[in-house]
């Protein structure tokens, strides 16, 4: 070898020698063994997180998230304690100082002022809540929490004013035992706001004792709310690898990727109105697991799906075009800050760029730039303000339907702004109640045809407008408010067109959509016997949304089926991936005319399923109706013990609350009929006793929310029963006869009535 070639020759057998070297060592650190394939990750903590991810932490801090919940202490409590009073309801209240604490002097739960402690702060803007501790005793931990209320009393940070948070639609003073009472359940947090306040809650309510002892892992939403918990993670970042976990990636859960799913679902428990099936829920879990999201029910949306009460975003969302563009939160907001990654419209145009700004222009809205008509979220996501001071948008990202409205009634963002227009002709006594949108649409629904005439002119109006300024091009497309409005006011073609959206694809129709279209359909026994063939349908389809799945099964089983027939179908969802379906599923046919059909095999792996059901139900025992609902599927499976120690525990948690009393009340006086020369006269007696007792008690609770809610057919129906059990003739039958009057529609208020005529008139 001559000389020349020598030494480039020999660096390049050293850089090949220590290529090699290095390709030894990398793939000994990639094949070194992982975590287990089972590991399981626990919560470590926010300030873990802090040393490698500064930047979001510098993000989060201040944030909504960040102040969810924080402890009263004067950096926390942004309202007025010095000595600042407010008047509600001939309640005087006071909020001061008592060295560091912060002091409420309010009416308690027996009606009498007292001074409370304010331990805990909600929120940072547009108000701040406050809440009271209650029931603290030797049996609860210095780490646990025992039962918080939410004071009505609260902080209208952007006016710096005290106000009285009142019930939506309730103008009368709260009586201390009243569920909406600032130390009623309805406010207290345990059951109404603390899971998505804090990061890792444990409810740890004891049934028995009646005591809480509950517990976080963060007291605010912090990083493993959304993220999982980071244990592991944290091991493999201190393992100073080239490569993360074959298993379990980084240690987190996946919350990017081609799928906007797993991120949305991060954020839809808490950002959804539904009910809880399983409170084991961590980041990266599936919604339809752990959740049940509440459809498009009157009462919550408008028939066209837009926003009516909170439904905090999830339930909107999955309506629009942008969900099925694969479209995901954090396209609009910065997860950390939770604030808009663009200023106005910047936020639309960032993804909508068009040539020559075909969007965010007079050529398409219509309106002078800089006027509030110019900005693309209010034609699209318009607002509504709930807890007096707080405006949400509505996240279905619709184009405004000012035709809709002409047809159906049903609001729109172009008459959301020049109602108005019409101020003017409204009597001077009513103007002062029309502070937005939404109080015209409340004053209309409750009677008043003066405002509905101007509101449709304004649709009218507005419709015109629309179909001048765009003509050929403007959006007609079929919608799913027509078939649901048509159903509604009985139109003899309401049940086929609830039909045909119920079985449309997901493009066509969004799935909260055709389940609300299943569920509107299970409410008339004629109208389910018409469906059965849909809802096989869409069973037959493993690729239907749970929700959808779900609404065929209750479909299904409050249908006429044979109990064998039933079970074929309904037998394959006790196994479903979805826990919601499962349920559903175990549910249904634990009804009695099925469930006692079935072979002790079939029985058997029901029992196991309902087993899930039970747990499920459990999540939320510090409510009434989790062991009121497990007491009916015991009752209705022969389980009467069991069923009568769940009545009496639903009555012991939640002694103010209707439905466990005459429940029970009937199983024992069945009971006592049955055993009758079996049993002991004194147990006959024990018995038919504590039925007597238990529907005494359970008439003035009637009476109480009957009378709170007057226009409410069905507990006008059930107060009428309670009268006629209890001999009270002729009050049974003016409720009986207010119930039809208010439902004329419902069969059995007809048949009750009917019944109670013909007894009357008997000699």
């Not at 070297?21 to 399981?40: C, I, K, M, N, Q």
């Not at 752990?290 to 498009?296: D, T």
């Not at 449709?456 to 403007?474: F, H, K, L, S």
């Not at 009986?736 to 004329?744: D, I, M, N, Q, T």
Request: aromatic letters at 8%.
């Amino acid at each position: 070898m001559s000389t020349y070639f020598a030494g480039p020759m020999r660096w390049l057998l050293i850089v090949a020698g220590g290529c090699g070297v290095l390709a030894v060592g990398v793939l000994a650190d990639y094949l070194r063994p992982g975590l287990p394939p089972d590991a399981t990750a626990s919560y470590v903590g926010r300030q873990t997180c802090v040393e490698c991810h500064r930047e979001e932490s510098e993000k989060f801090a201040g944030s909504h998230h960040d102040h969810a919940m924080d402890l009263a202490t004067p950096e926390t409590v942004l309202g007025d304690f010095d000595d600042a009073t407010l008047e509600h309801d001939g309640i005087v209240s006071r909020m001061f100082r008592r060295g560091d604490q912060f002091m409420i002097h309010t009416e308690g739960p027996d009606g009498q002022m007292q001074d409370f402690q304010v331990k805990y702060v909600f929120g940072l803007t547009p108000l701040q809540q406050y809440m009271v501790e209650f029931d603290r005793n030797e049996t609860v931990a210095e780490n646990e929490i025992a039962r918080l209320q939410v004071l009505r009393i609260s902080w209208d940070t952007e006016n710096k004013r005290w106000f009285y948070l009142r019930p939506p639609d309730v103008a009368d003073k709260l009586q201390p035992d009243d569920p909406l009472h600032w130390t009623g359940i309805a406010q207290r947090w345990q059951t109404m706001c603390a899971e998505c306040h804090s990061t890792n809650l444990v409810r740890g309510f004891d049934d028995q004792d009646l005591t809480y002892h509950t517990t976080f892992s963060e007291i605010d939403v912090s990083c493993e709310a959304c993220h999982g918990p980071a244990s592991l993670h944290l091991e493999l970042a201190e393992r100073k690898s080239l490569f993360w976990d074959r298993h379990h990636g980084y240690g987190l859960v996946k919350l990017k990727g081609e799928d906007s799913e797993p991120q949305l679902q991060a954020c839809a428990p808490c950002h959804s109105r539904r009910g809880l099936m399983d409170a084991s829920y961590q980041a990266g879990d599936a919604f339809c697991d752990h959740f049940n999201l509440e459809l498009l029910h009157e009462a919550t949306y408008f028939a066209d799906g837009q926003i009516k009460d909170e439904d905090y975003v999830y339930g909107s969302f999955i309506q629009s075009r942008m969900y099925h563009k694969n479209i995901r939160c954090t396209d609009c907001h910065d997860p950390h800050s939770l604030q808009l990654k663009f200023p106005g419209n910047a936020t639309c145009t960032s993804c909508h760029q068009h040539a020559a700004g075909k969007y965010d222009t007079p050529a398409h809205h219509h309106h002078a730039v800089g006027t509030p008509g110019a900005a693309c979220v209010n034609c699209h996501m318009p607002t509504r303000t709930y807890m007096e001071v707080d405006p949400r948008r509505d996240h279905s990202l619709r184009i405004p339907r000012p035709d809709l409205s002409v047809q159906l009634g049903t609001p729109n963002a172009c008459s959301g702004c020049h109602i108005s227009d019409q101020l003017e002709k409204v009597d001077a006594d009513k103007r002062d109640e029309l502070l937005e949108y939404a109080d015209w649409q409340a004053a209309i629904e409750a009677g008043d045809e003066s405002l509905a005439a101007l509101m449709r002119a304004t649709d009218q109006w507005c419709d015109e407008a629309c179909e001048q300024w765009y003509g050929a091009e403007r959006r007609r497309n079929p919608h799913f408010a027509e078939a649901i409005t048509a159903y509604r006011k009985g139109d003899p073609d309401g049940v086929d067109q609830l039909l045909k959206i119920a079985v449309q694809p997901n493009l066509q129709t969004p799935a909260i959509a055709r389940a609300t279209a299943l569920d509107e359909l299970t409410a008339d026994r004629s109208t389910i016997v018409r469906s059965v063939e849909s809802a096989i349908q869409i069973l037959a389809d493993p690729q239907q949304e749970p929700m959808v799945r779900a609404a065929a099964i209750r479909l299904l089983t409050a249908s006429p089926l044979p109990p064998t027939a039933m079970w074929r179908q309904l037998q394959p969802s006790l196994s479903a991936d979805s826990r919601l379906e499962r349920h559903e599923a175990a549910v249904g046919l634990a009804r009695p005319a099925i469930y006692h059909e079935l072979s002790a095999a079939q029985r058997r792996q029901l029992d196991t399923a309902l087993l899930e059901v039970r747990e499920a139900m459990m999540s939320a025992n510090d409510r009434a109706g989790a062991h009121l609902g497990w007491a009916q599927l015991c009752e209705q499976r022969g389980m009467e013990a069991q069923a009568i120690s769940a009545y009496e525990t639903a009555i012991r948690v939640e002694p103010l609350r209707t439905g466990a009393r005459p429940n029970l009340a009937a199983l024992l006086e069945q009971l006592a009929q049955r055993d009758r020369g079996r049993v002991s006269p004194e147990t006959l007696q024990r018995r038919l006793a504590r039925a007597k007792q238990l529907r005494s008690e359970e008439l003035p609770l009637l009476e109480r929310d009957a009378g709170l809610v007057p226009d409410n057919a069905f507990l006008q129906y059930r107060l009428g029963l309670a009268y006629y059990l209890d001999g009270q003739f002729d009050a049974a039958l003016a409720k009986l006869e207010r119930a039809v009057e208010l439902s004329p529609e419902d069969a059995n208020f007809q048949q009750a009535l009917q019944l109670l005529k013909e007894k009357l008139a008997q000699p």
